[in-house]
């Protein structure tokens, strides 16, 4: 393996910026547009449609500022990026909500899939997906950290799903920007003391928290 003497910028704003910007984006956009009343679902129809124009292009706008500050674009990266401008062009062609929604189910049950099939043929694909190598994490730690995010990928997915046909948009997006942001954020720190365990070191703690899988 070649190796070079440029290291790759870290920043932990740039990270959050490239994870959650284009969803804050979204979020903003629809709140900026969505009417005061109650009753008048062209008008919310028109706020998700500009609401998702202003998430797809801050999506492609993410993936510029990844590849540029931070010197590559994960796997996992590429392929939310794709699902999210495929589902977002059915939101705008079809002036249904409902694409935009279902979008996380598509994009967990896709990542919870990988996992697993990486599992069962003895691989941690959570490595390959990051493009990342948490320093001192052995194999067997990638191994339980890609079983671990599988099963939860699965969870959000039903989690999501069920929100899709149970809540208003208003409430989906609420619940989309900042319940499964939590989720993720605490899910994440339960998996410190395993990766601690399997060889990674106190110094690479910081790295896990600002790179965790995301959709």
Known sequence: MNQTN?????????????????????????????????????????????????????????????????????????????????????????????????????????????????LWRGKPMLKYLLQSAFEGLNEEGWMKLSRNWAWFFLLLAVLNTVLVYTVSFETWLQAKLWGFTVLSFVFTFSQLPMVLKHGMGEAAKEEVIENPPHD
């Open 6 to 118: 440029t290291e790759k910028p870290k920043s932990s704003w740039i990270n959050l910026v490239v994870d959650f910007g284009p969803l804050l984006v979204f979020f903003l956009a629809y709140k900026h547009y969505a009417p005061t009343g109650d009753g008048d679902s062209l008008g919310t129809v028109a706020a998700v449609i500009k609401g998702t124009i202003a998430f797809m292009v801050a999506t492609v706008v993410a993936l510029g500022v990844s590849k540029w500050r931070l010197g590559h674009i994960s796997p996992m990266l590429w392929l939310t990026t794709v699902l999210i401008i495929g589902f977002g062009m059915l939101t705008v062609v079809f002036h249904n909500d409902f694409w935009i929604r279902i979008k996380p189910t598509a994009v967990y049950l896709m990542f919870a899939g990988v996992l697993f099939f990486g």
